[in-house]
């Protein structure tokens, strides 16, 4: 894949994405040419190798090349148990200002690192969503803000993995 | 095809919060089928939300996000009819696209 366009950017990005949408609206057939690198090439880049570290502090400085500090203005919203480790829903929220991102991960998982959220200026800081745990776990949350790390964690009992096995 | 992205955007006024599903599989590649192979990693990466050409959340996955993935954000200066572009790429380099209407 190539993250990078020749010219303008901008444009060009606008107008394939208005041919996907109409394309989509027509509705013919799957949107998959070359539309995936022209978005990427407008964000961050996908931090592939985070995503494969195994512990929690080799994800997190893998991911922000610093550690965090734990901070009670972070706050997730878990279950104490999860039934099933398939879904588990888990949400962040946080009063700090200036935040830039918002990462979660699960310190049993194979790989630490479940998702990363990129929150530009404007969007709140908070974000909900459902992820896979193998097995019971910590689940740590990150705020990154005002360029510092603050986290908060909770243990989340599964009592299905979600890895299967 | 029909597109693989729900999404409900709502205007609240000052804010809108956005609700978004999207149909995939995200298999981890720690799985194994029923004749005991591993099913290889097929994951979405990276979903992007823009309003007025600019993004307003990017979500970076790995493949520890559940089956058919949910998230839920809000965000400032969206209103009612804007549209709100959202965007999808996975680890095999498929992706999708859909507009919405902010309600």
């Known amino acids: 894949m190539t993250y990078s366009i020749p010219g303008s950017v901008d444009e060009t990005r606008r107008l394939i994405l208005k041919g996907a949408a109409v394309v989509a609206l027509a509705g013919l057939g799957g949107i998959r040419f070359g539309l995936a690198p022209a978005l990427a090439a407008a964000n961050d880049k996908y ?31 878990a279950p104490e148990i999860a039934e099933n480790g398939a879904v588990v829903p ?18 049993e998982n194979p790989n630490a690192l479940a998702a990363s959220y990129t929150i530009p200026a404007g969007t ?40 299967g096995g | 095809m029909a597109s693989t992205i729900r999404v409900r955007a709502t205007s609240s006024g000052d804010t809108t919060e956005v609700q978004a599903l999207i149909q995939h599989p995200m298999d981890s590649g720690f799985v194994k089928n029923a004749a005991g192979a591993l099913i290889p990693p097929h994951f979405i990466q990276q979903v992007t939300f823009e309003h007025g050409g600019k993004p307003v959340f990017v979500a970076d996955w790995g493949p520890a996000v559940s089956k058919d993935p949910y998230v839920k954000f809000s965000f400032k200066g969206g209103k009612k009819g804007d549209e709100l572009k959202i965007s999808w790429v996975d680890n095999k380099g498929v992706s999708d696209s859909s507009t919405a209407k902010i309600q």
């Open chain 1, 124 to 163: 709140m800081p908070s974000v909900a969503n459902r992820l896979k745990m193998a097995k019971t776990s910590n689940v740590i949350a990150i705020v990154e803000a005002g360029g510092k790390l603050y986290s908060a964690s909770k243990e989340v009992k599964v009592t299905v993995g979600g890895c």
């Open chain 1, 47 to 77: 931090p592939e190798a985070a995503f494969k570290v195994k512990g929690t502090d080799d994800a997190i400085k893998a991911l922000y090349g610093k550690t965090a500090e734990k901070s009670d203005k972070v706050k997730m919203d």
């Open chain 1, 90 to 107: 888990i949400a962040v929220t946080t009063t700090l200002a200036d935040v830039t991102s918002i990462s979660i991960l699960v310190a």
